[in-house]
Protein backbone atom coordinates (compact mmCIF):
# COMPACT_ATOMS: atom_id res chain seq x y z
CA UNK A 1 0.00 0.00 0.00
CA UNK A 2 1.69 3.03 -1.00
CA UNK A 3 -0.09 5.80 1.31
CA UNK A 4 -2.38 5.26 4.01
CA UNK A 5 -5.56 7.23 4.05
CA UNK A 6 -5.13 9.99 7.05
CA UNK A 7 -8.06 8.54 9.26
CA UNK A 8 -5.81 5.53 9.70
CA UNK A 9 -3.75 7.77 11.76
CA UNK A 10 -6.01 9.55 13.85
CA UNK A 11 -6.06 7.91 17.42
CA UNK A 12 -10.08 7.51 18.27
CA UNK A 13 -10.18 6.05 14.95
CA UNK A 14 -7.88 3.51 15.64
CA UNK A 15 -8.63 2.79 19.32
CA UNK A 16 -12.35 2.51 17.41
CA UNK A 17 -10.49 -0.57 15.24
CA UNK A 18 -9.92 -2.57 18.37
CA UNK A 19 -12.69 -2.01 20.59
CA UNK A 20 -15.48 -4.22 19.15
CA UNK A 21 -16.01 -7.98 19.29
CA UNK A 22 -12.66 -9.24 17.97
CA UNK A 23 -15.16 -11.13 15.08
CA UNK A 24 -16.33 -7.71 14.11
CA UNK A 25 -12.61 -6.46 14.65
CA UNK A 26 -11.53 -8.69 12.17
CA UNK A 27 -14.17 -7.60 9.50
CA UNK A 28 -13.71 -3.85 10.06
CA UNK A 29 -9.93 -4.47 8.72
CA UNK A 30 -11.39 -4.20 5.06
CA UNK A 31 -12.59 -0.47 5.03
CA UNK A 32 -13.92 1.56 2.23
CA UNK A 33 -12.00 5.22 2.68
CA UNK A 34 -11.86 8.02 0.59
CA UNK A 35 -13.36 6.07 -2.84
CA UNK A 36 -11.22 2.84 -2.36
CA UNK A 37 -11.33 -0.21 -0.66
CA UNK A 38 -8.11 -0.38 1.61
CA UNK A 39 -6.93 -3.60 3.36
CA UNK A 40 -5.24 -3.40 6.62
CA UNK A 41 -3.61 -6.65 6.56
CA UNK A 42 -2.18 -5.49 3.64
CA UNK A 43 0.01 -2.79 5.41
CA UNK A 44 2.51 -4.55 7.61
CA UNK A 45 3.24 -1.72 10.37
CA UNK A 46 -0.43 -1.17 10.68
CA UNK A 47 -1.45 -5.00 10.72
CA UNK A 48 1.37 -5.35 13.39
CA UNK A 49 -0.06 -2.97 15.77
CA UNK A 50 -3.54 -4.24 15.04
CA UNK A 51 -2.72 -7.98 15.83
CA UNK A 52 -0.36 -7.36 18.91
CA UNK A 53 -3.14 -5.48 20.52
CA UNK A 54 -6.16 -8.12 19.48
CA UNK A 55 -3.96 -10.90 19.90
CA UNK A 56 -4.06 -10.08 23.82
CA UNK A 57 -7.77 -9.99 23.71
CA UNK A 58 -7.84 -13.45 22.12
CA UNK A 59 -5.54 -15.81 23.82
CA UNK A 60 -3.19 -17.55 21.05
CA UNK A 61 -0.24 -16.50 22.86
CA UNK A 62 1.07 -13.02 22.86
CA UNK A 63 4.92 -14.30 23.06
CA UNK A 64 4.40 -14.34 19.01
CA UNK A 65 4.08 -11.23 18.37
CA UNK A 66 7.06 -11.13 16.28
CA UNK A 67 5.29 -14.01 14.02
CA UNK A 68 2.61 -12.09 12.54
CA UNK A 69 4.68 -12.92 8.97
CA UNK A 70 2.55 -13.16 5.39
CA UNK A 71 1.61 -16.61 5.74
CA UNK A 72 0.38 -16.22 9.53
CA UNK A 73 -1.99 -13.46 8.20
CA UNK A 74 -2.81 -15.21 5.04
CA UNK A 75 -4.05 -17.95 7.12
CA UNK A 76 -6.13 -14.89 8.61
CA UNK A 77 -7.96 -13.71 5.24
CA UNK A 78 -10.56 -16.65 4.46
CA UNK A 79 -12.09 -16.64 8.18
CA UNK A 80 -12.20 -12.98 7.24
CA UNK A 81 -14.17 -13.31 4.50
CA UNK A 82 -16.33 -16.38 6.17
CA UNK A 83 -17.12 -14.06 9.16
CA UNK A 84 -18.45 -11.01 6.92
CA UNK A 85 -20.54 -13.23 4.92
CA UNK A 86 -22.08 -15.02 8.25
CA UNK A 87 -22.56 -11.80 10.61
CA UNK A 88 -24.08 -10.43 7.53
CA UNK A 89 -26.72 -12.43 6.96
CA UNK A 90 -27.14 -13.68 10.64
CA UNK A 91 -27.73 -10.01 12.06
CA UNK A 92 -30.60 -9.24 9.15
CA UNK A 93 -31.49 -12.75 10.45
CA UNK A 94 -30.81 -14.80 7.44
CA UNK A 95 -29.74 -18.16 7.32
CA UNK A 96 -25.51 -17.50 6.72
CA UNK A 97 -24.21 -19.97 3.95
CA UNK A 98 -23.00 -23.28 4.10
CA UNK A 99 -19.25 -22.32 2.34
CA UNK A 100 -19.10 -19.40 5.62
CA UNK A 101 -20.11 -22.08 8.32
CA UNK A 102 -18.04 -25.11 6.49
CA UNK A 103 -15.16 -22.31 6.21
CA UNK A 104 -15.40 -21.30 10.01
CA UNK A 105 -15.47 -24.90 10.95
CA UNK A 106 -12.21 -25.89 9.20
CA UNK A 107 -10.71 -23.05 11.00
CA UNK A 108 -11.29 -24.43 13.91
CA UNK A 109 -10.75 -27.65 13.64
CA UNK A 110 -7.46 -26.70 11.93
CA UNK A 111 -5.76 -25.84 15.76
CA UNK A 112 -8.25 -27.00 18.70
CA UNK A 113 -8.19 -26.07 22.15
CA UNK A 114 -6.03 -27.69 24.57
CA UNK A 115 -6.98 -27.39 28.16
CA UNK A 116 -3.38 -27.50 30.15
CA UNK A 117 -2.28 -27.82 33.50
CA UNK A 118 0.31 -26.01 35.24
CA UNK A 119 1.82 -26.05 39.16
CA UNK A 120 2.43 -22.10 40.02
CA UNK A 121 5.39 -23.68 42.35
CA UNK A 122 3.92 -22.66 45.54
CA UNK A 123 0.27 -23.82 45.88
CA UNK A 124 -1.77 -23.31 43.50
CA UNK A 125 -2.74 -25.70 40.04
CA UNK A 126 -3.63 -23.46 37.50
CA UNK A 127 -5.66 -24.66 33.83
CA UNK A 128 -5.18 -22.69 31.13
CA UNK A 129 -6.09 -23.43 27.78
CA UNK A 130 -4.06 -23.21 24.99
CA UNK A 131 -4.20 -24.10 20.58
CA UNK A 132 -2.33 -26.40 18.89
CA UNK A 133 -0.22 -25.89 15.78
CA UNK A 134 1.54 -22.88 14.09
CA UNK A 135 0.71 -19.12 14.73
CA UNK A 136 -1.40 -18.90 11.82
CA UNK A 137 -3.83 -21.48 12.05
CA UNK A 138 -3.88 -20.54 15.70
CA UNK A 139 -4.81 -16.81 15.11
CA UNK A 140 -7.16 -17.91 12.05
CA UNK A 141 -9.04 -20.58 15.04
CA UNK A 142 -9.22 -17.56 17.23
CA UNK A 143 -10.89 -15.57 15.33
CA UNK A 144 -13.12 -18.28 13.87
CA UNK A 145 -13.90 -19.26 17.63
CA UNK A 146 -14.56 -15.39 18.20
CA UNK A 147 -17.12 -15.41 15.31
CA UNK A 148 -18.52 -18.49 16.70
CA UNK A 149 -19.40 -16.69 19.72
CA UNK A 150 -20.78 -13.86 18.43
CA UNK A 151 -23.13 -15.73 16.20
CA UNK A 152 -24.22 -17.97 18.53
CA UNK A 153 -24.87 -14.73 21.92
CA UNK A 154 -27.54 -12.18 21.57
CA UNK A 155 -25.05 -9.79 20.45
CA UNK A 156 -25.68 -10.62 17.44
CA UNK A 157 -28.30 -8.77 16.97
CA UNK A 158 -26.65 -5.27 18.10
CA UNK A 159 -24.38 -5.16 15.09
CA UNK A 160 -24.89 -2.67 13.25
CA UNK A 161 -23.18 -0.82 10.00
CA UNK A 162 -22.12 3.25 10.60
CA UNK A 163 -25.07 5.47 8.93
CA UNK A 164 -22.02 7.62 7.96
CA UNK A 165 -22.41 7.78 3.78
CA UNK A 166 -19.91 5.27 2.35
CA UNK A 167 -18.73 4.01 5.77
CA UNK A 168 -18.88 0.20 6.05
CA UNK A 169 -17.54 -0.19 9.44
CA UNK A 170 -19.71 -2.38 11.96
CA UNK A 171 -20.34 -2.04 15.54
CA UNK A 172 -22.10 -3.66 18.27
CA UNK A 173 -24.92 -1.21 19.51
CA UNK A 174 -24.51 -1.76 23.34
CA UNK A 175 -26.49 1.96 23.32
CA UNK A 176 -29.66 1.48 21.09
CA UNK A 177 -29.29 4.85 19.56
CA UNK A 178 -25.46 4.46 18.39
CA UNK A 179 -25.73 5.35 14.48
CA UNK A 180 -21.59 5.65 13.90
CA UNK A 181 -18.70 3.58 14.22
CA UNK A 182 -17.20 7.15 15.56
CA UNK A 183 -19.12 9.79 16.67
CA UNK A 184 -16.26 12.26 16.21
CA UNK A 185 -15.18 11.29 12.81
CA UNK A 186 -18.42 9.94 10.94
CA UNK A 187 -20.86 11.40 13.29
CA UNK A 188 -19.39 15.10 12.57
CA UNK A 189 -18.85 14.17 8.31
CA UNK A 190 -22.24 13.03 8.48
CA UNK A 191 -23.60 16.48 10.07
CA UNK A 192 -21.13 18.36 8.01
CA UNK A 193 -22.68 17.03 4.68
CA UNK A 194 -26.33 17.26 5.74
CA UNK A 195 -25.61 21.00 6.54
CA UNK A 196 -24.08 22.10 3.54
CA UNK A 197 -26.36 19.99 1.52
CA UNK A 198 -29.28 22.20 2.97
CA UNK A 199 -27.70 25.14 2.87
CA UNK A 200 -26.46 24.57 -1.17
CA UNK A 201 -30.43 23.48 -1.93
CA UNK A 202 -31.54 27.00 -0.07
CA UNK A 203 -28.75 29.07 -2.54
ZN1 LIG B 1 -18.32 5.20 10.20
Known sequence: MDQLPAVLSNPTFTAFLRSEPLAVDLVNTRLFLEDSWVDLLDDRPTRQEWLIAEVGRLGVGGEDAVGFTDAAVDDLRPVRTHAAAAIDAVRHGAAPSARSLSGLNRALRAAPVVPQLHWDGHAVVAATTRRSGPLGPRLAAG?????????????????????????????????????????????????????????????
Open 143 to 203: FAHATLDLLTGSDISQVRRCEAPSCVMLFQARNARRRWCTPSICGNRTRVARYYRRHSSEG
